[in-house]
Nanobody, 123 residues
Framework: QVQLVESGGGVVQAGDSLRLSCAAS???????MGWFRQAPGKERDFVAA????????YYADSVKGRFTISRDNAKNTLYLQMNSLKPEDTALYYC?????????????????WGQGTQVTVSS
């Protein structure tokens, strides 16, 4: 079992940047990890994922070129750097760990989830 705690969300204006963090309760260096987001009334959508070593990443088309996922395995921490934020990026952002399927965007492949951190982007 691993607990995940997200932080770094907030209220920003369009064009601003935020960096989200996800701290794990124990070592996660064997896990693929990812970020998802969920807007009110919508499904939980894939944002980005990173391999266990951090050497490979992939992104949803909607954030490609603006968001960067990274990890520091020595600190058991996952990050999401979000630049050029848009109002449509407003959502509750979740980190997730331990998907056995590299390349998937399906939330139900991840075993562990945090509680989420709210990001609100005003126009």
């Amino acid at each position: 079992q691993v607990q995940l705690v997200e932080s770094g969300g907030g209220v920003v204006q369009a064009g601003d940047s935020l960096r989200l963090s996800c701290a794990a309760s124990r070592r996660t260096n064997s896990y693929t990890m990812g970020w998802f987001r969920q807007a009110p009334g919508k499904e939980r959508d894939f944002v980005a994922a990173i391999s266990s070593s951090g050497g490979s990443t992939y992104y949803a088309d909607s954030v490609k070129g603006r968001f960067t996922i990274s990890r520091d395995n020595a600190k058991n921490t996952l990050y999401l750097q979000m630049n050029s934020l848009k109002p449509e990026d407003t959502a509750l952002y979740y980190c997730a760990a331990d998907s056995p399927t590299w390349g998937t965007t399906r939330a139900n492949t991840y075993a562990y989830w945090g509680q989420g951190t709210q990001v609100t982007v005003s126009s």
